[in-house]
């Protein structure tokens, strides 16, 4: 097992010992609550602190729908299987409702909201006219063939549309990988009988088999994480990084980041937590794990550790970029990363906010570091309205131009009300969104009288 030797941010010396890579031990169970808790209780702080009416806050809080429901597949052995999805349109104050389809062996009413609502704040902070929504199916991918997944997720939209259109609400901007991303296309242009490209983002493009939008988040987040390397003074070639979950946001960030530099010493997955001292090789790590069914486990250049340990390893950021509240009122105090940014929804529990606070560590909120997703999606619909071609730079550019500018602002924030970037970070998102309901009286008449101060 690890252990440190020196802590000097400059030179961290691990003592290691090599476990058992032949265990098969899958990662500790995570400690959850309910992560919309935690959401709400940040979206309540901002909207006290700009005094906003109480009807206007349940108005945010409530969901403007949600559903979930049963559908029927048949299976490629000619048995039929019956699946679990929801769907939950947060917000559509500022626009359409936005979000993602997700396919998970777990998830539930109260995580789908939460996902929802992290899309509405997230869009609101960076000026986005959606509103947030998410969409999952309750499933094991690794047990589908990919005829089985894609019967399941046509199903599943027209279970979907079937409930969503008849009450004549916007449709959904659906955003996944391809080839999710054509079956969503094909699907809905044909129950609308007409090409509905900007409906679906995260679509393969002829020169571009990896989507812009699936390399986007991670981008944005190594973006955020060098600001806020920069912002304490770190050298990226000086600094080092542990990162949890080499999924999509994990391993771009990995990538992105290693190639500026930055140290990447720890990495995990749901198998395995590995650890290197003198910085993995990020592009070998990556073909490792598409080679191995996307999993770490095994990888040869490396120690074992355990999952929890890498969370508290003295690096210079740490990047939580799995799951929902990863970091609990029960680890927080242990960890010595001075700067986390927050690549995942939600890793970080609403009470480690206050040990965290108490020890000056520097949280690069999840509104503002995972939001290149949600921006790329926006650019992407523009192009396809605006039926414009713009190239990756030119895509990149305009994200990075919104990413630089809410970290500056949520830093001059943080410093006047002398609070933490995430509660700067919510501020804004919560007054640009009330701004724009306020203007937008097409989107929510009904709203204006309900956004009135206190005083
Ligand atoms: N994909 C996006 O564009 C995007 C955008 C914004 C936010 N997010 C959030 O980022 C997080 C990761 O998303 P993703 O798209 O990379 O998902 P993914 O399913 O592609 O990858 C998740 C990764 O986390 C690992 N993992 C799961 N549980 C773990 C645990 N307990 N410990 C360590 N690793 C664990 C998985 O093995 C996998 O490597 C989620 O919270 C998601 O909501 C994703």
Not at 132 to 155: M, Q
Not at 270 to 283: K, R, V, Y
């Given at each position: 097992?690890?252990?440190?030797?020196?802590?000097?941010?400059?030179?961290?010396?691990?003592?290691?010992?090599?476990?058992?890579?032949?265990?098969?031990?899958?990662?500790?169970?995570?400690?959850?609550?309910?992560?919309?808790?935690?959401?709400?209780?940040?979206?309540?702080?901002?909207?006290?602190?700009?005094?906003?009416?109480?009807?206007?806050?349940?108005?945010?809080?409530?969901?403007?729908?949600?559903?979930?429901?049963?559908f029927t597949v048949e299976m490629d052995n000619g048995n039929t299987e019956t699946f679990t999805g929801?769907?939950?349109?947060?917000?559509?104050?500022?626009?359409?409702?936005?979000?993602g389809l997700y396919y998970v062996t777990?998830?539930?009413?109260?995580?789908?909201?939460?996902?929802?609502?992290?899309?509405?704040?997230?869009?609101?902070?960076?000026?986005?006219?959606?509103?947030?929504?998410?969409g999952g199916i309750v499933c094991d991918t690794t047990r589908l063939s990919k005829t089985e997944k894609e019967r399941v997720t046509i199903a599943y939209i027209n279970a979907l549309?079937?409930?969503?259109?008849?009450?004549?609400?916007?449709?959904?901007?659906v955003l996944n990988n391809a080839p999710v991303t054509d079956w969503l296309l094909d699907e809905f242009s044909l129950?609308?009988?007409?090409?509905?490209?900007?409906?679906v983002?995260g679509k393969r493009t002829?020169?571009d088999s990896n989507s812009?939008r699936s390399?986007?988040?991670?981008?944005?987040?190594?973006?955020?994480?060098?600001?806020?390397?920069?912002?304490?003074?770190?050298?990226?070639?000086?600094?080092?990084?542990?990162?949890?979950?080499?999924g999509n946001?994990?391993m771009?960030?990995?990538?992105?980041?290693?190639?500026?530099?930055?140290?990447?010493?720890?990495?995990?997955?749901?198998?395995?937590?590995?650890?290197?001292?003198?910085?993995?090789?990020?592009?070998?790590?990556?073909?490792?794990s598409e080679s191995n069914g996307n999993s770490?486990?095994?990888?040869?250049?490396?120690?074992?550790?355990?999952?929890?340990?890498?969370?508290?390893?003295?690096?210079?950021?740490?990047?939580?970029?799995?799951?929902?509240?990863?970091?609990?009122?029960?680890?927080?105090?242990?960890?010595?990363?001075?700067?986390?940014?927050?690549?995942?929804?939600?890793?970080?529990?609403?009470?480690?906010?206050?040990?965290?606070?108490?020890?000056?560590?520097?949280?690069?909120?999840?509104?503002?570091?995972?939001?290149?997703?949600?921006?790329?999606?926006?650019?992407?619909?523009?192009?396809?309205?605006?039926?414009?071609?713009?190239?990756?730079?030119?895509?990149?550019?305009?994200?990075?131009?919104?990413?630089?500018?809410?970290?500056?602002?949520?830093?001059?924030?943080?410093?006047?009300?002398?609070?933490?970037?995430?509660?700067?970070?919510?501020?804004?998102?919560?007054?640009?969104?009330?701004?724009?309901?306020?203007?937008?009286?097409?989107?929510?008449?009904?709203?204006?009288?309900?956004?009135?101060?206190?005083?």
């Amino acid at each position: 097992m690890l252990s440190v030797a020196d802590t000097d941010n400059n030179t961290l010396t691990y003592r290691v010992q090599l476990s058992n890579m032949s265990t098969g031990r899958k990662t500790e169970p995570v400690v959850t609550g309910n992560a919309y808790e935690s959401l709400t209780a940040r979206f309540r702080k901002a909207a006290n602190l700009l005094q906003l009416s109480d009807s206007f806050i349940n108005e945010l809080e409530a969901s403007v729908e949600e559903i979930s429901f049963l559908f029927t597949v048949e299976m490629d052995n000619g048995n039929t299987e019956t699946f679990t999805g929801y769907y939950v349109i947060h917000s559509t104050l500022a626009g359409p409702a936005k979000g993602g389809l997700y396919y998970v062996t777990d998830t539930d009413e109260d995580t789908t909201r939460f996902l929802a609502g992290c899309i509405t704040w997230k869009a609101a902070l960076a000026g986005i006219p959606f509103g947030g929504a998410k969409g999952g199916i309750v499933c094991d991918t690794t047990r589908l063939s990919k005829t089985e997944k894609e019967r399941v997720t046509i199903a599943y939209i027209n279970a979907l549309t079937a409930n969503i259109h008849t009450r004549n609400n916007t449709a959904g901007n659906v955003l996944n990988n391809a080839p999710v991303t054509d079956w969503l296309l094909d699907e809905f242009s044909l129950q609308h009988g007409a090409s509905l490209h900007a409906v679906v983002s995260g679509k393969r493009t002829p020169n571009d088999s990896n989507s812009v939008r699936s390399q986007a988040t991670g981008k944005g987040i190594s973006l955020v994480t060098l600001l806020a390397l920069e912002a304490k003074k770190k050298r990226p070639k000086k600094s080092s990084a542990a990162i949890q979950g080499f999924g999509n946001v994990g391993m771009h960030t990995a990538l992105y980041l290693w190639e500026k530099g930055v140290k990447i010493v720890a990495v995990s997955d749901a198998d395995t937590a590995l650890f290197n001292p003198e910085g993995f090789h990020i592009p070998d790590l990556i073909a490792y794990s598409e080679s191995n069914g996307n999993s770490l486990y095994g990888y040869y250049d490396a120690y074992e550790i355990l999952p929890g340990e890498l969370l508290t390893l003295p690096v210079d950021v740490l990047i939580p970029a799995a799951t929902q509240h990863v970091i609990t009122a029960g680890n927080a105090a242990a960890i010595k990363a001075p700067v986390i940014v927050e690549a995942a929804n939600g890793p970080i529990h609403a009470e480690a906010d206050v040990i965290l606070q108490r020890k000056n560590t520097f949280v690069i909120p999840d509104l503002l570091a995972n939001a290149g997703g949600i921006i790329v999606s926006y650019l992407e619909w523009l192009q396809n309205t605006l039926h414009q071609p713009w190239s990756t730079e030119q895509i990149f550019q305009r994200m990075e131009t919104i990413l630089h500018k809410n970290f500056t602002d949520i830093v001059e924030t943080a410093d006047q009300i002398r609070d933490t970037l995430r509660t700067a970070a919510w501020l804004l998102a919560v007054k640009r969104l009330t701004d724009t309901a306020t203007v937008n009286t097409a989107i929510a008449p009904a709203l204006q009288p309900a956004y009135s101060q206190k005083n």
